[in-house]
């Protein structure tokens, strides 16, 4: 019963020092990142966007912008495959999963952690409202088991019949399925694990 709240404080102990430390030695990246997100395609640096947190309480996630900036308008949230709307070097960003890294800011502010279920927008969060009570109980986060398992799921989708039906019918159910068997086993040495398998999936 005392270890729920010492892993707690541990876990968000090593965030701030963690997600501190990455964005200094990150700031060469974060910057000439931005700097290529501006010259390739007009509009803002940073792609924001509500989603829901702990408690249901919403809040704006960083990335960095790898769609044109009218995207909203010409499509829906889901992106796969060879979208038109991704600029060239979102590609870049999207690959090698850089448009990520500005969600340390939020790490730092408290609305995500390093470890943790990845947090959806509105509509997926209401259409498993009750799942998402339990999923919810949790700060979402930069990565997770499900992370590492669907590193490649714009591609799955790019193949699926109707991307969206196969996004809500298959893959979310097994991502809340994985967050609440995360969640349930949770430790720190367990997230620390997780952290690294998703640098070697990235890195491969």
Request: charged share 30%; hydrophobic share 45%; aromatic share 10%.
């Amino acid at each position: 019963m005392q270890r729920r709240p010492l892993y707690a404080c541990a876990k968000r102990t090593f965030d701030l020092l963690a997600s501190g430390l990455g964005l200094v030695l990150a700031s060469p990246f974060l910057l000439a990142a931005a700097v290529a997100v501006k010259l390739d395609s007009s509009g803002p640096v940073f792609f924001k966007q509500e989603r829901m947190g702990r408690s249901f309480r919403a809040f704006r996630i960083y990335k960095f912008r790898t769609m044109v900036a009218d995207a909203p308008k010409r499509g829906g949230q889901i992106t796969f495959g060879a979208d038109p709307r991704i600029t060239r070097v979102g590609r870049v960003l999207r690959k090698t999963k850089l448009d990520e890294l500005p969600q340390l800011i939020n790490v730092v502010r408290g609305d995500m952690s390093l470890v943790g279920p990845r947090p959806e927008v509105p509509r997926y969060v209401e259409m498993f409202r009750d799942d998402y009570a339990h999923v919810l109980a949790v700060r979402p986060g930069l990565t997770d088991p499900a992370s590492v398992k669907y590193r490649d799921e714009a591609e799955q989708l790019a193949v699926a019949e109707d991307p969206e039906r196969e996004y809500a019918e298959r893959i979310l159910p097994d991502k809340i399925a994985m967050a609440r068997q995360y969640i349930a086993e949770a430790t720190f040495w367990g997230d620390v694990g997780i952290l690294l398998k998703t640098f070697v999936r990235i890195a491969r």
